[in-house]
């Protein structure tokens, strides 16, 4: 079984982020008034870094977990443990979570198993507890506990989608790519390449995301973007960063890839 994938941060410091719309003030109202909140968007797109963006705003520890097929939701509440011969109980991050309050971040929250959601259901109305069936508590959630979960719905299958008993007990704000003048200055202050030799890069990031559905699975993330300049600023060649940084991790198929740098070439040269 894999490990949940889980960190912790505590008091962080506020990180960069970039408001398309009314997302953050959306989201304060929703913690202000113990709402769960659903994001949902592609891959790439700034769901996780707006999270932690929120959290450090607020002043709240933030409780992340990277879900995976092998996730259950034991992983999540916690489980009996033989420690130095004795068996001990030991929360998982979602118990943690509940009991010290702050954000618990489900990311791709419809890649674990269905059993997961089940649990989120008694934090996600107005009894906002959390059951532990095997040590007989029922733990409340503080006000300062926020639930949010996040999924990409270009993933979604008939055996990964969110049921809509599952969906309706949450808000649930869109995100998308930012406007190319936006996402050219995101990209620019993260890599350090000039905002001019950066808007070629995201003029083919849209190219690219335009053949989602089509020849590709996901278009091109703006954290793709990031690393491709990055390498540009640090002296790669433009062409061997964009082969490296935005071709290469969107397929393994030969032609697709003759067909994306053909695009490459067009868009930037």
């Known amino acids: 079984m894999k490990p949940a994938l889980h960190t912790v941060t505590s008091a962080p410091a506020l990180p ?14 929703a913690w202000r008034h113990q709402l769960p909140v659903l994001l949902k968007g592609p ?6 870094r707006f999270v932690a963006h929120m959290a450090a705003r607020l002043g709240l520890p933030l409780h992340t977990v990277a879900c995976h097929d092998d996730l259950t939701a034991a992983d999540l509440t916690g ?3 033989l420690r130095g011969g004795d068996t001990v109980w030991t929360d998982g991050p979602l118990t943690r979570a509940v009991r010290e309050g702050g954000i ?10 269905k059993d997961v959601t089940v649990v989120l259901h008694p934090l ?12 007989g508590e029922e733990i409340a959630a503080p006000n300062s506990f926020m639930l949010v979960v996040s999924y990409n719905p270009g993933y979604q299958t008939l055996l990964k989608a ?5 969906r309706q007990r949450f808000i649930a704000i869109e995100f998308s790519f930012l406007p190319p003048e936006q996402e050219i200055a995101v990209v620019s202050a993260e890599s350090g390449l000039s905002p001019e030799r950066v808007r070629p890069l995201v003029g ?3 190219r690219l995301r335009a053949l989602r559905g089509h020849d590709l699975e996901e278009g091109v993330s703006t954290r793709l973007v990031v690393y491709c300049a990055t390498l540009i600023a640090a002296g790669t060649p433009t062409a061997d960063a964009v082969l490296a940084g935005m071709i290469e991790p969107l397929t393994d198929d030969a032609d697709v890839k003759v067909a994306l740098l053909d695009v490459a070439r067009a868009v930037i040269g």
């Open 16 to 29: 960069a982020y970039v408001a398309s719309a009314n997302e953050c003030a959306l989201f304060e109202h």
């Open 204 to 206: 083919l990031a849209g």
């Open 104 to 113: 618990c971040y489900l990311d791709e929250v419809v890649e674990a198993r």
């Open 124 to 135: 996600t109305d107005d009894r906002r507890i959390l059951p532990l069936e095997r040590t």
């Open 43 to 48: 891959t790439g797109c700034g769901k996780t």
């Open 162 to 166: 969110l049921k809509p008993s599952t």
């Open 79 to 81: 489980r009996y443990l």
